[in-house]
């Protein structure tokens, strides 16, 4: 087996439109992983809104692992053991909080199966909810209720208005920390450093593999990383256009199992 690590991104990648993940790339995946393939669920969604989808390819029976926040934590599903964690700096969420207040939008985090936010009924926070499967838990002050270590927060809103704040924030910490937006509307605000790529990196010394055995696929501009790192980057035909041109191979759309489909064509013995 050429490629003995699997990473993938789950919306838009391992999950259809529907956010399911189909029998045939279920089948596909478990077919592998019975054949020695270890898979990394690699994602900007929190620990506990990757679990489900961790269980249901069983990575605790067949030693996977979950890459969430972006890079952020690094877990090893079967033992549970955290391999990895970088956290934001409690100092820069006064100004996260100061940013989302003067544009009237939504600041989130996590706290174990909680989003807490102070606009529990923004249309963006009941997304980033639903996606997570995660109760939303509203507080009376943002500042006041975020006392534990965070790995992200998130500032969510109308995306025209959210590309001016992304570039002034871009602007104002660019040596501080990482902004970016995962969708249109999600602005992503992580710890400096923080990449798919460079988490990778530390997962593959960890495991005692190269990147030439690991196989990355990817549809957004946070996959870019690993997608250009991994032995083989493959980008889905639902990708955005930079994403697609970084590639080696473009395999099937997210609704059309272009995951099995590359499974299939390259690992599969």
Known sequence: MKYKLLVLDLDGTLTNSKKEITAHTLDTLTRAQEQGLKIVLASGRPTYGVAPL??????????????????????????????????????VLPY???????????????????VLTEKPNDEYVLKEALLNVMTIKKVDNFLD??????????????????????????ETLKDKMGVFRSEPYFLELVPKGIDKARS????LKEIGMTKEEMMAVGDGFNDLSMIRYAGMGVAMANAQTVVRDSADFITLSNDEDGVAHVVEKFILQ
């Open 54 to 91: 961790a269980n249901k390819l069983q990575l605790d029976k067949y030693e996977g692992y979950i890459l969430s926040y972006n890079g952020g934590e690094i877990i090893d599903w079967k033992t549970k053991e955290m391999m990895y964690k970088n956290l934001l700096d409690p100092t």
């Open 96 to 114: 996260l909080y100061k940013c989302a207040k003067d544009n009237d939008f939504a600041i989130v985090t996590y706290e174990n199966e909680f």
């Open 145 to 170: 209720a975020v006392k534990h270590p965070v790995a992200k927060c998130l500032i969510v809103g109308e995306p025209e208005r959210l590309a001016v704040l992304e570039k002034e924030m871009q």
């Open 200 to 203: 990778l990196e530390v997962l």
